[in-house]
């Protein structure tokens, strides 16, 4: 079943300048990336994008670490991307990700309890849906 996906590269991976290998690991696996930008996210954004996540105690970090640096958003597209996406990210937390998995090999915990896991990607097809209108208004018009 063909579908989309949201992938972001998060500022830490931008920063490692992990962004080439990730996007060939996406095309290695056979999807397509439909779009993709270098933005600097705000604040809007990120409380839409993590609406779920605004009164949960670790969300002033999650919002502090998305803005801390450009971020490399993508829309991908392929069969049962949502799925597949999610396991060549890896588990969220880059301690318990597989080798050879992205947040396997390029996540970190940071001192303080951080994770900085390199990657996000939409969690359902329905959240997929939401998540590009956020990031990509204009394929959603």
């Known amino acids: 079943m063909t579908e989309r996906t949201l992938a972001i590269v998060k500022p830490d991976g931008v920063m490692q300048k992990k962004v080439g290998e990730?996007?060939?690991?996406?095309?290695?696996?056979?999807?397509?990336?439909?779009?993709?930008?270098?933005?600097?996210?705000?604040?809007?954004?990120?409380?839409?994008?993590?609406?779920?996540?605004?009164?949960?105690?670790?969300?002033?970090?999650?919002?502090?670490?998305?803005?801390?640096?450009?971020?490399?958003?993508?829309?991908?597209?392929?069969d049962n991307v949502v799925k597949g996406w999610r396991t060549l990210m890896g588990t969220t937390n880059p301690t318990e990700a597989a080798p050879g998995?992205?947040?396997?090999?390029?996540?970190?915990?940071?001192?303080?309890?951080?994770?900085?896991n390199v990657v996000h990607g939409s969690d359902s097809p329905d959240n997929a849906l939401r998540e590009i209108s956020l990031w990509f208004p204009e394929l959603t018009r």
Do not use: C, N, Q, S
């Open 22 to 78: 990730i996007v060939r690991r996406i095309e290695r696996k056979g999807y397509d990336i439909i779009d993709m930008k270098m933005i600097k996210a705000d604040e809007t954004l990120l409380r839409a994008h993590y609406a779920e996540l605004v009164d949960r105690p670790f969300f002033p970090g999650l919002m502090h670490y998305m803005m801390e640096h450009p971020v490399v958003a993508m829309v991908v597209e392929g």
């Open 101 to 116: 998995t992205i947040r396997g090999d390029f996540g970190r915990d940071w001192p303080g309890d951080e994770v900085r």
